[in-house]
């Protein structure tokens, strides 16, 4: 699926993505529980590598940070991720520091005593097709609700940075492949603004996907995040410390 630009896929997500008038008019279902959870193939000796991370929490794109991301499963998603990227730096023997929200929560002692730092970044992008329906029901009180075609897709790029400069070094994407499915929401009592995440069953629709995104997402980290390759980064990176240190 071609990739579109950050800001246009998070506002057009911000503007689909609304709320719904009205409790539902029907039961919703259990809400599934997607493992998101990825276990190292081996564990190498703790620390035993020469290269330190700070390592910043997976992002969203800045402008889901204050809506999307509270909702399940993209909090799931990144949670999950976080701590597999801590858990996939250890078993490769690899120093830790963190992990931070963001670069700029970093002190100076954390970056002037890492090596490397690592900075995960979710894009999805979502794009539902449909219509709002509305009706009555027998007892001729109205109800509101959308029907139509969601589509995703979208990369998780992976960014190794220098930590005192913050210029990058190296940087991976995994493109995750476009996917469909039909949706349609509960019956409403009031027009809808938008699809709304607060409905189980879209929740679910969607998990299921991001669970193969997610699988597929950390065996590739784990393949990228190679010792030896880092090793080299690191040797690339110093100059540029040594430069912010002391004022080349």
């Known amino acids: 699926m071609k990739h579109v630009r950050l800001l246009a896929v998070a506002l057009t997500a911000m503007a689909v993505f609304g709320c719904a008038s ?12 997607p493992s998101f959870d990825f276990a190292p193939p081996s564990n190498a000796t703790p620390d035993s590598t020469s290269v330190s991370f700070c390592l910043v929490k997976p992002q969203f794109p800045e402008v889901w940070q204050k809506d999307l991301i509270t909702y399940y499963p993209f909090n799931k998603f990144s949670q999950n991720m976080g701590s597999d990227f801590e858990e996939i730096l250890s078993a490769r023997g690899f120093r ?6 963001t670069y700029d929560e970093m002190s100076f002692p954390d970056k002037s005593q890492s090596d490397l730092t690592l900075m995960p970044k979710i894009e999805f992008d979502f794009s539902p097709v449909g219509v709002q329906q509305a009706g009555k029901d027998l007892l001729g009180t109205p ?12 990369r998780i790029t992976i960014a190794v940075n220098e930590t005192l400069s913050n210029e990058r070094m190296w940087s991976k994407s995994v493109e995750l ?32 996907n ?23 980064i690191k040797k690339q990176a110093m100059p540029l410390k040594d430069k912010v240190r002391y004022g080349g």
């Open 210 to 232: 991001m669970q193969d995104y997610y699988t597929m997402t950390m065996t590739e980290v784990w393949k990228y995040l190679d010792p030896q390759e880092m090793a080299m």
């Open 143 to 154: 109800w509101y609700r959308w029907k139509g075609t969601v589509k995703l897709g979208g």
């Open 22 to 33: 009205g409790a539902p008019k029907q039961a919703a279902e259990p809400e599934m529980l």
């Open 96 to 101: 830790m520091r963190g992990p931070f929200a």
């Open 177 to 208: 492949p476009a996917r469909s499915f039909a949706y349609e929401s509960p019956k409403y009592g009031g027009p809808m603004q938008g699809l709304s995440l607060d409905d189980v069953k879209l929740a679910n629709l969607l998990a299921k």
